[in-house]
């Protein structure tokens, strides 16, 4: 292999390894909780994601938080002791979850 060959096939190379991301899916999506007005009665409502509290709404109100793309835990409690959750959601875009009773 010649010299000019070595340096092409180096510059080659390293230019493949700057377009690639190795890294994993990143990124940020809104999750947008909403506790349905059917539930009238069930008083203030903390809502959490991961356990932490994200709001704490009346219900046919609404509470949103910026997550990371990725599987989050989704609870709620009221304060009559009415409970939703924990369960999971996939969030890999903007997404809009409405808690029934």
């Given at each position: 292999m010649t010299t000019a060959r070595f340096l092409?096939?180096?510059?080659?190379?390293?230019?493949?390894?700057a377009c690639t991301n190795l890294?994993?899916?990143s990124g940020t999506a809104?999750?947008?909780v909403k506790v349905s007005a059917l539930?009238?009665?069930s008083g203030p409502i903390d809502v959490r994601v991961d356990g932490n509290l994200i709001g704490t709404i009346?219900?046919?109100g609404t509470t949103s938080a910026r997550l990371s793309v990725g599987t989050?835990?989704?609870?709620a409690l009221s304060v009559n002791?009415?409970?939703?959750?924990?369960?999971s959601k996939a969030i890999n875009?903007?997404?809009d979850e409405t808690l029934t009773c």
């Open positions: 092409a096939a180096v510059a080659l190379a390293a230019s493949a390894a890294a994993a899916p809104t999750l947008t539930c009238d009665g009346m219900p046919g989050h835990t989704i609870s002791g009415f409970h939703w959750g924990p369960f875009r903007d997404f």
